[in-house]
């Protein structure tokens, strides 16, 4: 009887075994097993109509903005037809820190769904601390987004502070612990070439949450990146878009084209607000028309401007601006201008900015108080000469629009008149 009973001995030990190493595996591997299989469910099957991208830069004084921003996309959720996926990079910082959900400080990924929170444990990825300045993170995202959450459109929403096509300190997309770098022009455009083969395959939309982006000279750099872009003039409040109205109707109507989401953009946004501004208009080949309306009236300026000295003076200084003085609405410059100035050259010159300006336009909001005169994009037109960085310069390769326009010339004429009208007139003092 031994032999059996040893056998059964054997045989109660190796079932005990294999319990004990499944519960081994239960209790170490169960929670990695259950987030992969949840990261695979998030995955859709097949292309959605929509993917929906924010670049979210919290790595600033912004951090608690995006952190309800995130619980603004999340009470809405991702869809079977609309993907809602975010990069968010946030920051221990005295004074603006939140501490809220677990104060993590490197960067993570995350497929947004309903009433998620930015936790750890509902992030795809941890991509550690990260430069989000750095073009190269932008697209690496954009790329990742796209190969896992393909679909027949995409939209690029990059969140966070913006300064138009000057290279500032607190500058697109600023990431303070990577030493403040932030997105100039040239590399924002470097990176849209990249993720759409030099414009072949263009993005649906990119949508500017950030301050004062809504610039001739930026859409130039957009050029022929995306379809449509949609921006501020003026300062974004720090709440940001309201992305729980907007992500709503774009996932009860899915089908919704670009030019359609962007004319939802705007109106949430001002129906929350009320007041700020913003607009969304077509780039690509739509653009030329009011590129060409533009070279011609600095030319006509050109041309004429010693006539009119005070009469440009008057129609610049009348001309609404944005928080930064030298950036001014294109289309009320040159309604300023036919109003102090007669001459049919520049007239012509000047309406026909005003229509092209009225023309591509696709929506544009902009609050009555303190933006009446706003008509959806700006210019830069410095407040005088000494304050003119050379970097506009189409010489200099920093921006398409003055490289292929004489607005830049028109400004250095402009500013030489100024500087010898202020030498010539010099108030005479006596010798004793």
């Known amino acids: 009887m031994r032999y059996p009973m040893h056998n059964q001995l054997l045989a109660l030990l190796y079932r005990f075994q294999r319990k004990l190493i499944v519960a081994v595996i239960l209790v170490f591997f169960l929670p990695w097993i259950v987030n992969c299989t949840q990261n695979q469910a998030q995955k859709p099957a097949e292309p959605t109509s929509w993917t929906f991208m924010v670049y979210m830069d919290g790595d600033n004084d912004l951090e608690p903005n995006g952190i309800d921003n995130f619980l603004w996309m999340s009470s809405v959720g991702s869809s079977s037809e609309v993907s809602i996926v975010v990069q968010f990079d946030r920051i221990r910082l005295p004074m603006f820190d939140d501490k809220r959900y677990e104060d993590w400080t490197s960067a993570k990924r995350y497929y947004v769904t309903k009433d998620m929170t930015p936790v750890s444990g509902d992030a795809l990825s941890d991509l550690g601390e990260i430069n989000m300045g750095d073009p190269q993170a932008l697209i690496d995202f954009v790329q990742w987004s796209a190969s896992n959450y393909p679909a027949d459109h995409y939209a690029l929403v990059i969140w966070d502070h913006g300064s138009g096509w000057k290279p500032k300190k607190i500058q697109l997309s600023t990431d303070f612990t990577n030493g403040f770098d932030g997105l100039t022009m040239q590399e924002l455009q470097s990176a849209l070439s990249t993720l759409t083969d030099n414009g072949a395959q263009p993005l649906d939309l990119i949508i500017f949450d950030a301050c004062m982006m809504a610039m001739i000279e930026v859409d130039n750099q957009l050029l022929p990146f995306s ?8 300062p974004v409040p720090s709440q940001a878009l309201p992305y729980n109205e907007i992500l709503s109707l774009l ?5 919704m084209t670009s030019t ?10 001002y129906d929350y607000y009320q007041n700020y501004t913003l607009s969304a208009l077509p780039l690509g080949n739509a653009y030329n028309s009011l590129n060409l309306a533009v070279d011609n009236f600095a030319l006509a300026l050109i041309d004429n401007h010693s006539s009119y000295r005070n009469q440009i003076d008057r129609a610049r200084s009348n001309t609404i601006f944005f928080f930064d003085r030298d950036y001014i609405d294109l289309y009320d410059f040159a309604h300023q201008v036919n109003l102090w100035i007669a001459d049919p050259a520049i007239n012509s010159s000047a309406t026909a900015v005003m229509n092209e300006v009225e023309n ?17 994009i700006t210019i830069y037109f410095p407040t005088d000469g000494e304050k003119y960085d050379s970097l506009y310069d189409g010489a200099s390769g920093w921006l398409d629009f003055t490289a292929d326009n004489h607005w830049d010339e028109w400004l250095r004429t402009y500013f030489s008149a100024a500087e010898m009208s202020d030498f010539l007139y010099l108030p005479f003092t006596a010798r004793d």
């Open 260 to 269: 359609e989401l962007g004319e939802v953009i705007v109106q949430e946004y």
């Open 251 to 255: 996932t009860a109507t899915p089908s």
């Open 360 to 376: 591509i336009i696709i929506a544009e909001q902009h609050g009555e108080q303190h933006f009446g005169d706003a008509h959806g």
């Open 227 to 234: 379809l449509v872009r949609v921006a501020s003039e003026a």
